[in-house]
């Protein structure tokens, strides 16, 4: 396309300086937003955001080099970089689920993203210097340090703006066009400073409308992906501040997912929920005062309501939306029988972590349903520092529980968490626990009593006379229960054969050595899905 004559209007430091801090806050985003749409995909958030920051950073470097061939025109080719950028990087979160959803090389699709971003970003700052020097400012050393001021000022604001506006606000795939938009109003913008009458105006021009139309329809593309992602209808989606939320519904099966994971099945959740739930109450003599950390679903609240002497119940989950949503979807609210309603339920929106380091509630009984420990922001709430403040936490007689991820596909994953439970509560009694849930497997529960009459910590199978009493019988199991009786219930304190036992020995999991992440990401690299 051709140039018509520069218009002689200057191109002064405030406009490139002010256009600098945009293009800035569009990378970063650009980079968070590839990151985060890798680990709701991929599970493993280390490895997403360390591979899009070391690729995006090592693209910005051959874009930097690259800048040289461009300078002969640098306002033209920046323009064109940012037209070139908004398409792409508008479209990086509805390209990298198409490849998740339709093909094997999504790892391949991601790391092509995140290199050709990269090489754009990095385009941007050079093609900038040297459009000011092209109109006689040049500074040398002073101008560069200048323009890379205000660039890491915008920096700053990108990284703030991301989890703390953007996201929670906007969602991952109107982000993406969000700042898409900015690329090419900052385009226009230059083209307009220049003075320039191009073809690149037009195509310009016609970019923006293409991207606000993709904005508005953001929801209708995304409900169209997830349609491809999940087996059975999507009948509620919401990206929420803290993760997607999924939930399907075909025939008498309603699932939930979060982040593209699964947290229950209709069909068999009972089975999940109430070996937590029973296997913990049963084992305290009338509990009054019951906490819940996770189970934001409802379902875990069930169980425990079924308790006459229960007088209240303190529900603590992260995301509002997830409790929102089991208060008044009626599919959710359906299959937890409106526990939220219930005037003994109190829900607290925080980290559960948070909680127990600054509550001075005391409570009978203790469940942890938290998401399995795939990374580095859970993992924490599987530490010998986590389970010391829910023991002290516990009054005399007190039991807590928490899932402990598969017993058979993780199973040194299962086994870390008993150590870390073992040695984050010293003394007391550890018996870990094993029920059949069809949509998930064999899976694992870690139980954690009172010392026994010698004051000895023991484990399954070695339980004194006192500790063997004690387990599942110092409450009667009430009545209506889906799946379990007391014999059933016993028998999730028998391991399979196949089980690798207890002489697996594993260290405990901290908060400076958060060894159950990689013990679970090990695990898990063993099975294909």
């Not at 950073?57 to 461009?70: D, Q, V």
């Not at 795939?173 to 009458?197: E, I, S």
């Not at 191009?198 to 409900?223: D, M, N, P, Q």
């Not at 009172?450 to 004194?464: M, N, S």
Request: aromatic fraction near 10%; proline fraction near 5%.
């Amino acid at each position: 396309m051709g140039d018509a004559p520069p218009s002689g209007r200057g191109m002064d430091k405030p406009t490139v300086f002010a256009a600098a801090l945009l293009v800035a806050v569009g990378g970063i985003i650009y980079e968070l937003i590839l990151g985060t749409a890798a680990s709701y995909l991929f599970g493993d958030s280390v490895v997403a955001f360390s591979v899009a920051t070391g690729l995006t950073l090592f693209g910005m470097g051959i874009g930097s080099l690259l800048a040289t061939r461009l300078a002969t025109n640098p306002g033209l080719n920046f323009v064109r970089n940012e037209v070139a950028l908004a398409l792409l990087g508008g479209s990086s979160v509805l390209i990298l689920y198409a490849a998740f959803s339709l093909t094997e090389v999504y790892w391949l699709v991601f790391v092509l993203l995140s290199l050709a971003l990269g090489v754009g970003i990095g385009v941007e700052i050079p093609l900038l210097v040297a459009l000011l020097k092209e109109h006689g400012r040049d500074e040398s050393v002073g101008l560069l340090s200048k323009v890379l001021a205000v660039d890491y000022f915008g920096a700053l604001a990108a990284s703030l703006l991301f989890p703390f506006v953007m996201l929670p606000y906007l969602g991952l795939m109107r982000t993406a066009y969000a700042v898409a938009l900015l690329n090419v109003l900052v385009a226009v913008f230059m083209l307009r400073r220049m003075g320039r009458r191009t073809g690149w105006t037009w195509l310009a021009r016609l970019t923006v409308v293409l991207l606000v139309a993709c904005f508005a329809a953001s929801s209708a593309i995304e409900g169209a992906i997830n349609t491809r992602l999940y087996q059975d209808p999507v009948v509620h989606y919401e990206s929420t501040a803290y993760q997607k939320l999924v939930l399907t519904s075909f025939g008498d099966d309603v699932r939930l997912y979060l982040s593209d994971q699964l947290q229950f099945s209709s069909v068999d959740e009972a089975r999940y929920h109430e070996t937590l739930a029973h296997a913990t109450l049963t084992s305290v003599a009338a509990p009054a005062s019951v906490a819940i950390l996770g189970g934001g679903d409802g379902l875990l609240a069930r169980e425990v309501l079924r308790y006459p002497s229960v007088q209240e119940v303190t529900v603590v989950d992260l995301d509002p939306a997830v409790t929102e949503l089991a208060r008044t979807d009626r599919l959710v609210s359906g299959l937890n029988e409106h526990s939220f309603d219930d005037p003994r339920v109190h829900v607290v929106n925080g980290d559960a972590f948070r909680f127990m380091d600054t509550t001075d509630q005391a409570f009978d009984a203790v469940l942890i349903d938290l998401v399995d420990p795939s990374n580095e922001r859970i993992a924490k709430l599987y530490s010998t520092e986590f389970y010391a403040m829910v023991a002290n936490h516990l009054r005399p007689g007190g039991v807590y529980a928490t899932q402990a991820t598969s017993s058979y596909f993780t199973p040194r994953a299962f086994w870390q968490v008993a150590a870390t439970v073992r040695a984050g509560s010293p003394g007391r009694t550890v018996v870990p626990l094993s029920v059949n849930v069809p949509s998930f497997g064999e899976w694992g529960f870690v139980l954690s009593l009172p010392p026994t009459e010698e004051g000895e910590a023991t484990v399954a199978g070695t339980l004194g006379p006192d500790g063997g009493a004690r387990l599942f019988g110092a409450t009667p199991l009430p009545e209506g229960l889906r799946f379990h009786t007391l014999d059933s219930l016993r028998a999730t304190a028998t391991l399979a054969g196949d089980h690798p036992g207890p002489e697996v020995e594993m260290k405990a999991s901290t908060l400076l050595s958060p060894l159950i992440y990689r013990t679970y990401q090990q695990d898990m690299s063993r099975w294909r899905y």
